[in-house]
């Protein structure tokens, strides 16, 4: 064992023993809530590629790509309230004399894959306390469809579809939605306000 420093042992040169050379210094840890710490900003583009994210996750566990899969799942899930909201707010609310306070829906029972919130059997809650039937999602003019209430419609439908499967309803169950601060009230039974 070589006590001196250096590769080889000099003749005639008398050493002392050095102090051994530092350990290289750890690699930082990340830690994500410091406020350091730069978000990364992942482009959703990247991910497109199916050949390219199973390169890189291809030394993960089962568990490790459930993990990642419900936390991306459980993101999208917590978005679709919001967006509802936005597009119910589009259809009842802007531009409206009389603009809705609250939109309700009812389970339909008869989907192949269970129950869901009924597009078709929604009701309208106005300010003044009067409750109305909502049903003619078409709005047509003298031109015909317009596009721009058409494209409204299909978000709406496809949004309350996807809402339906990240929270089952049960059959007989009441959705009242509060355009006013966008909070969603769940029940079993009518809601008179």
């Given at each position: 064992m070589n006590l001196y420093p250096g590769d080889?042992?000099?003749?005639?040169?008398?050493?002392?023993?050095?102090?051994?050379?530092?350990?290289?210094?750890a690699a930082p840890r990340l830690d994500p809530s410091a406020s350091t710490v730069t978000q990364v900003r992942l482009d959703a583009a990247f991910f497109a590629d199916a050949e390219r994210v199973r390169a890189l996750v291809a030394h993960w566990?089962?568990?490790?790509?459930?993990?990642?899969?419900?936390?991306?799942?459980?993101e999208g899930d917590r978005r679709i309230n919001g967006?509802?909201?936005?597009?119910?707010?589009?259809?009842f609310v802007e531009g409206e004399e009389s603009p809705t306070a609250k939109v309700e829906f009812v389970t339909d029972p008869n989907y192949d894959e269970g129950v869901f919130?009924?597009?078709?059997?929604?009701?309208?809650?106005?300010?003044?306390?009067?409750v109305t039937p909502f049903s003619d999602f078409t709005q047509e003019d003298e031109e015909g469809a317009d596009p721009e209430y058409a494209a409204l419609d299909e978000r709406f439908r496809d949004l309350?579809?996807?809402?339906?499967?990240?929270?089952?309803?049960?059959?007989?169950?009441?959705?009242?939605?509060?355009?006013?601060?966008?909070?969603?009230?769940r029940s079993g039974k009518w809601s008179l306000t």
């Open positions: 080889t042992i000099d003749v005639g040169v008398t050493r002392t023993p050095g102090t051994a050379a530092p350990e290289p210094a566990s089962r568990d490790e790509l459930y993990t990642l899969g419900n936390a991306l799942v459980g967006e509802l909201v936005e597009v119910l707010r589009a259809l919130w009924s597009e078709d059997t929604v009701y309208l809650h106005y300010a003044d306390g009067t309350l579809a996807d809402y339906s499967r990240a929270d089952w309803p049960s059959h007989g169950d009441h959705l009242v939605v509060d355009l006013t601060t966008g909070e969603f009230d």
